[in-house]
Structure formats: structure tokens, C-alpha cells
């Protein structure tokens, strides 16, 4: 079985995050660059994730077998932890928003 180090990248992301938070509070970042640098982290990580999925997917469904399926699946599980985790404190962001849809 294959080991993900899920714990570890999720606290070296969470530690990046809160390192950013202090660095805005202490205003040697702007929040607007801040936001900016995490939506980028996101979509990497969506379009590292989703993209390997897709091939993976298209793998399994022709069973094609090629040599590298498992560092291949790591990658995309490992960016899958990376994007939900930024996931989390983007839905954070903007729990106003969310709120207010039931609003209209």
C-alpha cells in the first residue's frame, strides 16, 4: 500500500497558510496578493489533480498498464490533499457569499 504522507502535507500547507496570514498581518504583504497567491495554489492543484485523474480514469477504462500508473496516482492523490485543504479556508473566504445566496 502506498503511502500519501497526507498528514504531512497538510500541515506543511496549513503552516505556509498561516505563515502568509502573519506576514499580512504585519503588512509586509498585501491580503489582496495573499488571495491572490492561494487561488493560484488552488487551481495548480486542481489542474495537477484533475488532469491526472482524467488520464488515470482513461487507464483503467482501456486497462492499459504503462510503468509509471503509481508515481502517477501519487501525484494526483498528493494534489488532491493540497487542494482540499486550500479548499477549505477559500470556502472561509467567502462564507458571506454563500450565506447570501439564500437570501435573493
Known sequence: MQNYNSIL?????LAVYFG???LVKFKKIELRKQRRFWNIVLLVSFL???ILGLILAFMIDEKLS??????MLGLH???GIVMAIV???HAWWHLKYYFSLGKD
Open 77 to 79: 492523490v498528493k494534489m
Open 9 to 13: 502535507i497538510s500541515v506543511l500547507v
Open 66 to 71: 504503462i510503468s509509471w500508473y503509481l508515481p
Open 20 to 22: 502568509s496570514v502573519i
Open 87 to 89: 479548499a477549505i479556508f
Open 48 to 50: 495537477i489533480s484533475g
